[in-house]
């Protein structure tokens, strides 16, 4: 507490007096004051005591004096221990909840401050051990020290209230208080895990610079952590131990892993070396089958795949120096390099194994229809009879959003069996026809029971 007076080493004095009067009334053993007062008083001592009613007005003068004091001592004792807490508060919390308590809590600084002023004016002012102390000096006494007393008790009254009030805050700044050390003490050794699994990792032959170099980024943050909570903030600091923490394991993770990357990668390098390899072979069958379509059937059944052999080689070759670039990639350990470089192998080999698929599965399918359509009309006119009868279940008339597309798909498959009755038949059209009526006929399935099941919901 600091109390501003116009006579500060008065001010101290009577303070100093203050406290020394409250703790003599504590301490000294009543049997003492029992013999104390009547004997000293009446055997004329240092000071001439006035008999009667003007001995009693010392007395109740000296009463007001030492209750004073109790009131001041309590509401500095009061202070002190609220402003550990405010201290924590804003130590942690910068919410304005937290700022506003600490406006408030100066504001009631001030009013202490001035409740003090006027405790001490009032004990500056009045001595009550002079011997010739009049009745009405020390009434006047007794009734200032009185009043400064009740200022006192109620100002401490509203500091006890402010303090119950800051209970939440205070309990939100001690938890996190509670977090620091633990905190700061797991990035620690998370950085410490982090730096064992890098050097175990360079001990068998990785070098692992990625890691080391992100490694090394969180010296800084490590030496600010260490600098603690009292340069940089407690919140700060517990942010800074969450992501110190949280690098440090994906570094130690990933170092943990790197040894299973490498193998996964010599793997993923031979696998796919090995399907280029094998589709270049397979390549090499689709002239003879592309020759055996152009043979047997019309241009508009095999014309789309006349660049396949042509695209397959460029594909293949592509893939290759793919695969070149990443043995480089891996064994200068560029993984992140390396990865991407074997998945573009990847989508490369899976287009050209689709396109050399693709003719040899042409071939099959047109000989299937060729030596015998009917199997495939057969399985299309039972996909539209399925719809058709899901369209008229428990209805006299079908609903022309449905019945309207399986006409047109009727239609569109008699179209296509009269197609195949030309000089030429294109049964690859044929095919292509009587897959989308099938897709048309299933569409329209879908659509009923999504209907049928949002009216039952």
Request: proline letters at 4%; aromatic letters at 4%; glycine letters at 6%.
């Amino acid at each position: 507490m600091t109390a501003t007076h116009a006579r500060p080493h008065a001010r101290a004095q009577a303070r100093a007096s203050a406290v020394r009067d409250v703790l003599a009334l504590v301490l000294l053993p009543l049997p003492l004051i029992a013999v104390a007062l009547p004997g000293t008083f009446a055997s004329g001592g240092t000071r001439r005591w006035f008999g009667g009613r003007g001995e009693s007005h010392r007395a109740d003068a000296q009463a007001a004096k030492d209750a004073a004091a109790a009131a001041f001592y309590e509401l500095d004792t009061a202070q002190r221990d609220l402003r550990i807490s405010i201290e924590t508060i804003s130590a942690v919390d910068s919410t304005p909840g937290a700022r506003r308590a600490v406006d408030d809590f100066a504001a009631l600084g001030q009013r202490i401050d001035e409740a003090s002023d006027r405790y001490i004016t009032a004990v500056d002012a009045h001595d009550l051990d002079r011997d010739d102390l009049e009745a009405s000096v020390a009434t006047r006494a007794r009734g200032e020290l009185d009043r400064a007393k009740d200022e006192l008790v109620r100002v401490k009254g509203d500091l006890d209230r402010f303090a119950q009030g800051l209970g939440p805050l205070l309990d939100k700044a001690e938890t996190q208080l509670a977090r620091l050390a633990p905190a700061v003490e797991r990035a620690r050794q998370a950085l410490l895990s982090a730096s064992n699994a890098l050097d175990s990792v360079r001990s068998s032959g990785l070098r692992a610079d990625h890691l080391a170099a992100r490694l090394a980024a969180l010296a800084p943050e490590l030496t600010m952590l260490n600098q603690g909570a009292g340069r940089h903030g407690v919140a700060e600091t517990l942010q800074r131990a969450d992501r110190v923490l949280r690098d440090a394991e994906a570094v130690r993770a990933e170092a943990e892993r790197l040894p299973e990357r490498a193998a996964e990668t010599d793997k993923r390098l031979v696998s796919l070396r090995t399907r280029a390899q094998a589709l270049t072979n397979r390549a090499g069958s689709v002239e003879p089958v592309l020759s055996e379509l152009r043979r047997r059937f019309s241009a508009a059944c095999w014309q789309d795949l006349q660049p396949v052999p042509e695209q397959a080689a460029i594909s293949v070759r592509k893939a290759e120096e793919k695969l070149t670039e990443a043995a480089k990639a891996r064994d200068e350990q560029r993984w992140a390099d390396a990865t991407a470089l074997l998945s573009t192998v990847r989508a490369l080999l899976n287009t050209t194994d689709e396109a050399v698929s693709a003719a040899g599965d042409r071939l099959q399918r047109l000989n299937a229809v060729a030596k015998d359509p009917q199997q495939e009309i057969e399985r299309t006119r039972f996909a539209i009879r399925d719809a058709q009868r899901l369209a008229m279940a428990g209805r006299n008339t079908p609903d022309p959003r449905h019945a309207r597309p399986l006409d047109d798909a009727v239609g569109r498959l008699e179209r296509a069996v009269a197609g195949l009755e030309s000089r030429h038949p294109d049964y690859w059209h044929f095919l292509m026809e009587t897959e989308a009526v099938r897709n048309t006929a299933a569409h329209v399935v879908e659509q009923i029971r999504e209907e049928r099941g949002a009216g039952h919901a």
